[in-house]
């Protein structure tokens, strides 16, 4: 690794997105083009008595209005199929679509809409995640029996995804431990905004449909289009334009259909642009809330003997990918510990809330938080140092996780030590700071990944993939993996990406996969025209090919660098000879580490955690403690993803991730009145501003993973959000002596804690 | 084809000419000034635009601010919160009025937003509010019929509700002549995040102390905690004619809560409003007494 | 009623008619198809529909179009001069400033006029300056170093 990776680049988007060139999906027109509006159901949970929409209809310049009638019956969800397009019989949560609108202007539309003459019959709304799983409480979902769902998913009710791990002899554990420390945690739904609200545009022609869509999954955005309007997938094409930002929020199949359809009985392009309220309060990709409970035995020496923990995640009104969440909130609750003995049980709950779903690692900063906290309490309760009580239990090489994998070389020990030496571990504060530890651990995800690369006659070349840039740099820095391997300055290669009509099958922006999978790819078809160069080029400089090499845009000999053929002449060659050089990876997938498996029940897509990257963050705080209000004024990471291909690009993340995670920390969370969200506007749903954020130290540590991305890379755009908010709990516990068990941490909840009690 | 709504729109030029086609329009017709409220409420569904928008953002003549001669300020209703910020004269005398201002929105917000309009609007939670009342301010209001003022207090109704009658333009705010002695006035807002916040609590507070360090005045009005910003009369009397001790200071800030009516909302419950008030008050009192003294030297 | 308009953005008059709630971003976006300039919110709390009007910042999405009649508009588009993007833009490039860049416009506008006011800003004046932009992306602090970066640049004397 040397010449182009391990240093700054400069993105290719870059210049379009500096320049206010760069077009995204709401700023895409077409001729004849119409504006889509949505009737929201308004309310969280109701029988629909009556939805009539001819006044709708009639009114002029409207040119299509739909409802569930219009369309196939068709029930899909990414894990449950357990929603329809439009509202069926029932309203299970206040941004549930009852008809679409097309028509001429925006304006037009949004009238269309308070046309449509609606009779609901409210019910209670189902918004107690503990009460809905009591036998005999009222089910979200009367039919989930009849729904079908993804093969193991462990279904009862309003549970709609049961998981767990079990692992040693619990009993014996506990029956073994010196002291046994309990907590319970709460965290508040929150959402992932990306400053860039959803946009879809489509567009007919004959039977095929184009539709421009902000989506981080083009491809299962295809797959939803697809499936609820029963086409075939060659008739469905969807791009992203420039995409501003998802964090999970863009994942899956969301408005594609609802506006293709419109754009069908329309006849005519449609676009619908968002509003900030929808994007709350109509998206289907919340942060779940989550209530985590912990039970530790310990031994006094600080060795963890015996772990339980139980998560109830409410899903909202749908599973989409809730159970499989569950899943990795279980491993979550686990924490890159050694556990001898552990029982860890997660359930996902359906209630009349806005749907939750993968926003950026799903409930990774919840559980850990709240994980991070009780071990906190534990290294209390045995008056050790909280650094050295982890340091104690931390997983390292050789050891067994959660589900029975084995560890190869990690750094998580290391990632640990790093952020407690940045921050200054131990060194005395002014009255009113506190510092706080956090660790955490997520995995990559290994998945299937194509890509085609062309060498141009120039000497340049063209990448092609399915993948999908939400804005991490992830898909610009392939052109450095290119790069490297062909020799090639970056700049000299060009990106064709998130088109279904382009690239392969790729799942998308999500589970920070696309350098681990697609980067993989793009070495594979690299390796084949590296190999073609490297053959033409031996024949000119007769030579073995292994004595050549390709860099700065020349093949030349490793000893004699002065022997060489410039790229671009042989590029030119071919061509003129009848042949175009191109490559194609679609490598395997790295495999699944080893787990127990069977002791365990509803383990659908992550029995272990593959590649998994390990992290600490630590966080000095001020807090006020007459008014409860928290400024973070330190924040230092470590951070090991088994080897850092783009500085710039992971600094990047690790720095959006901790700021994220401040906010998660401190002021993003929604608030219900009866089951409606109460703020669904940026001004009191509170992001971290520029004038909020602390100063931040980052280290990486370095641990290439033999099953990982390319060159020993693993996934870096979920891990930093995951500690941020657990490091900075532990740093107001440590301010002012009490815990605060609610998230946000709102000043009125830190203020209650001072106070004793629990807001 | 879209109807055309019949909303119309009037940039008047002059001051005269924007009472003349406020008279005219009669009920229909709705200022605007900087829009950073009645606009973004309009995109937001919480408020429909009026029918008949009458900008005054060209009536420079609104834009000043004057120290009057006997140490007095005037106030035009167009000047912006950044004029108010960066104004020397209101940063150095009219300090509280100064802090409120720098606290208002972005930048942006501040450069748009004015005055008039963070009056007008009537919102309880409204930045400069309390601070033109511990100046004792008067609005000034204009009419076709003639021109009369009003202390600010009974300016306010409640939330969103003023005392403009229909065809009345607030044109500026006049504030008489500090108390004698050496004062000091500072306002201070609870702050969740670093900026970009609207008040959960406010308190604005003028003090004057005499040669002995003695508070010959004080003067303490509450931000977000009532249908209207409001002076909180007890608070007050527990610091007139007393030395401003760590004590007396805390005692006062502490009455200052009977003045409060606070709600529960998304921002904050009523119980940590109520809580919040004597904290807030007492720092805001410190910072005042602080200037006060500052002022000797 | 709809009114006639004339629009200078970037120093080029635009003739428009529009309704008198018609905000400025919607004539920038719609009308004239400047779409550099974003919408991200409807309470005026995001910052991507920010421009200068004579100068200053204001976000254009709660501010009526007709309000803008005669005055100097400046987006995004009008940053690149002789086909050269502004040290400000370079810096975004070079210090990874942008990432999904759907905040990157108005936060450009905003550095913009910070550093016409103020050639030498602080990091906490940078940070004040840009704390009406929100972006959920990089943390802020490439931006932040962008502008200084920025700032630095711009200080250096131009040969010639
Ligand atoms: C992001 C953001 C942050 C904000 N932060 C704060 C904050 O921290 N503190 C705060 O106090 N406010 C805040 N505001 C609110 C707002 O910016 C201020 O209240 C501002 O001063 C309003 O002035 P304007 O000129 O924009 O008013 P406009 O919106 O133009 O008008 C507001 C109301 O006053 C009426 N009006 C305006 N001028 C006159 C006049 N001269 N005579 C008669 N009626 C008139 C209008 O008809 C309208 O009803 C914020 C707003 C935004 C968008
Ligand atoms: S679009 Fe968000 S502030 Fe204007
Ligand atoms: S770069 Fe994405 S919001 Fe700022």
Known sequence: ?????????????????????????????????????????????????????????????????????????????????????????????????????????????????????????????????????????????????????????????????????????????????????????????????????????????????????????????????????????????????????????????????????????????????????????????????????????????????????????????????????????????????????????????????????????????????????????????????????????????????????????????????????????????????????????????????????????????????????????????????????????????????????????????????????????????????????????????????????LVEGVVRAKDAPGRSVVIAALARRAQDDGELITGQGNPPAPKMPDSLGGSCAGRVAFPAFAAPAFFAHAARVRVDRETGVVRVLEVAAGHEFGRVLNPIGVEGQVEGGIVHGLGIALSEGTVFRDGNQANPHLLDYKLQTAADVPAMKIAFVDAPAADGGPYGSKGVGEPPVVPTAAAVANAIAAATGVRVRHLPMTPVRVWAALAGEDA | MAVAVGRTYHAPASLDEAIALLAELGNDAGVVAGGTDLVVAARGGRRQLPTALVAIHRLSELATIEGSPFGGLALGALVTHADLERSDLVRRRWTALADAAALVGSPATRHVGTLGGNLCNASPAMESGAPLLVYDASVELRSASGTRGLPLADFLLGPARTALAPGELLTGVTVPPQPAGRVGSAYLRLDYRASMEIAVVGAAVLVALDADGRCTEARIALTAVAPTVVRAADAETALRGQLPTTERVAAAAARAAAAARPIDDVRATARYRTAMVPVIVRRAIEAALKRAEEEAA | MRYPLTLTVNDVPYELVVDPGHSLLDALRTDLGLTGTKEGCDDSECGACMVLLDGRPVNSCSYLALQAAGRRISTVEGLVRDNQPSALQRAFLEEGGVQCGFCTPGMLMSATALLAANPSPSEGEIRAALAGNLCRCTGYQKIVSAVAQAAQEMARPTPG
Request: net charge negative; charged share 20%.
């Open chain 1, 1 to 549: 690794m040397s010449r182009v990776l391990g240093r700054r680049f400069v993105r290719a988007d870059g210049l379009p997105k500096v320049t206010g060139q760069a077009r995204y999906a709401a700023d895409l027109v077409l001729p004849g083009m119409l504006h889509a509006a949505f009737l929201h159901a308004g309310v969280p949970r109701a029988r629909i008595r009556r939805l009539d929409v001819s006044a709708a209809r009639a009114l002029p310049g409207v040119l299509a209005v739909l409802t569930q009638d219009d369309v196939p019956f068709v029930r899909f969800g990414a894990a449950v199929e357990d929603r329809t397009l439009f509202a069926h019989e029932v309203v299970r949560f206040e941004g549930e679509i009852l008809a679409a609108v097309a028509a001429l202007t925006p304006e037009l539309a949004d009238r269309a809409c308070r046309l449509i003459e609606v009779e609901l019959e409210a019910l209670p709304p189902v918004l107690d995640p503990e009460a809905a799983l009591a036998p005999g409480a009222p089910l979200v979902h009367e039919d989930w029996q009849d729904y079908s769902a993804n093969d193991g998913i462990v279904r009862d009710g309003n549970d709609c995804g049961f998981v767990n791990i079990v692992k040693g002899d619990i009993e014996a554990g506990f029956a073994a431990a010196d002291e046994i420390v309990e907590g319970r945690y709460v965290a508040d739904m929150s959402h992932p905004v990306p400053i860039e609200p959803h946009a879809v545009l489509a567009q007919w022609e004959g039977d095929r449909v184009t539709v421009w869509s902000t989506t981080q999954t083009p491809f299962p955005a295809r797959n939803g289009l697809t499936r609820t309007l029963e086409l075939p997938e060659s008739a469905v094409r969807v791009v992203v334009p420039h995409l501003g930002g998802g964090f999970g929020g863009k994942c899956e199949f969301h408005f594609e259909a609802h506006v293709a359809a419109l754009a069908r009985a329309a006849r005519r392009p449609v676009r619908l642009v968002f509003d900030r309220r929808q994007e709350f309060t109509a998206t289907d990709m919340a942060r779940h809330g989550i209530i985590a409970t912990f039970r530790t035995g310990v031994r006094r020496d600080g060795t963890i003997v015996a772990h339980e923990a139980s998560l109830i995640l409410d899903t909202g009104a749908y599973a989409t990918h809730g159970p499989v969440i569950t899943e990795i909130a279980t491993m979550m609750a686990a924490g890159p510990y050694r556990h001898p003995n552990m029982l860890v049980e997660g359930r996902t709950v359906y209630s009349n809330r806005t749907p939750a779903g993968s926003t950026r690692a799903p409930s990774g900063p919840q559980v850990c938080w709240a994980l991070e906290q009780h071990v906190d309490a534990i290294a209390e309760r045995l008056g050790l140092d909280k650094l050295e009580f982890r340091l104690r239990n931390i997983v390292a090489e050789g050891d067994e996780g959660p589900t029975g994998q084995r560890f190869e070389k990690i750094g998580a020990r290391e990632s640990l030590l790093e952020a407690a030496r940045l921050i200054g571990w131990g060194r005395p504060l002014p009255p009113g700071d506190g510092m706080g530890l956090a660790v955490g651990w997520w995995f990559s995800a290994p998945g299937p990944a194509g890509c085609y690369i062309k060498l141009n006659a120039d000497g340049s070349a063209t990448v092609v993939t399915g993948a999908q840039e939400n804005g991490s740099g992830s898909v610009m820095g392939l052109a450095l993996l290119a790069a490297e391997e062909l020799g090639l300055a970056p700049e000299r290669i060009s990106l064709v990406y998130q088109d279904t009509d382009a690239g392969a099958f790729d799942s998308g922006s999500s589970g920070s996969q696309t350098t681990f999978n697609v980067g993989r790819a793009v070495l594979a078809a690299s390796a084949q025209i590296r190999d073609r160069l490297l053959r033409m080029a031996a024949d000119e400089l007769e030579a073995n090919p292994l004595d050549l090499e």
